[in-house]
Structure formats: C-alpha cells, structure tokens
C-alpha cells in the first residue's frame, strides 16, 4: 500500500522481498533465464500449462472486474476531472515536481 500511496519506484530487489516478483536474475541473463523456464514449462503436459493460467485468471476475475468498473465507471471519472490531475500532466510534461491542492 506504501508504494501506491507515495509513488515510491520499487527496485528488482525491493519488489522480490515484497513478492511481486518471484525471481531476480543478474543483469544481462534475463533472456536465459526466462528461455530455461519456457523450456522447462514447454516439457510439460499442455492441457494442463494452458488450464493453470486460465484457472487462476477466472479465480480472480470477480474481484478484478469489480475493481476495473469500480475505476472506470466512478473513482476515474472523478479524479481524471480534478485540478491535482491536470496539474500531474502538467508536472510531468514540464518535468518539475507537481504541487497538489487537494481539488
């Protein structure tokens, strides 16, 4: 919740300790590593690769279409329509701290 709060950026080493990533890899190897896993998840039997994801997604898919009408339909609409959102366009565009006031 922190980082969604402050905007911080999360490092490689900072999003693994937290989970959101489930492996880091040396700088340079990424390639290899991921071709070692897709060969490995290749190896397996494909009915079930293809299900695993697809079974997880519809776990979800409640919650996360919920969250997306919620974003689409009502919070975004309201705060895409404030002074703070044309004022972070703005900052980023001039490449200069923004300075929100809360409208």
Do not use: K
């Not at 009915?47 to 996360?64: F, G, K, M, W």
């Amino acid at each position: 919740m922190r980082h969604l709060l402050t905007g911080d950026q999360i490092d490689a080493q900072e999003a693994w300790r937290m989970g959101i990533v489930q492996e880091v890899v040396p700088a340079g190897h990424e390639l290899d590593r991921a071709l070692e896993l897709a060969h490995r998840i290749a190896a397996q039997a494909r009915l079930a690769v293809q299900a695993t994801p697809a079974d997880a997604r519809s776990a979800l898919a409640p919650h996360i279409a919920a969250s997306a009408a919620g974003l689409r339909n009502d919070v975004g609409p309201r705060l895409f329509a404030t002074a703070d959102a044309a004022e972070g366009i703005a900052s980023l565009i001039e490449r200069r701290v923004p300075t929100y006031e809360g409208i």
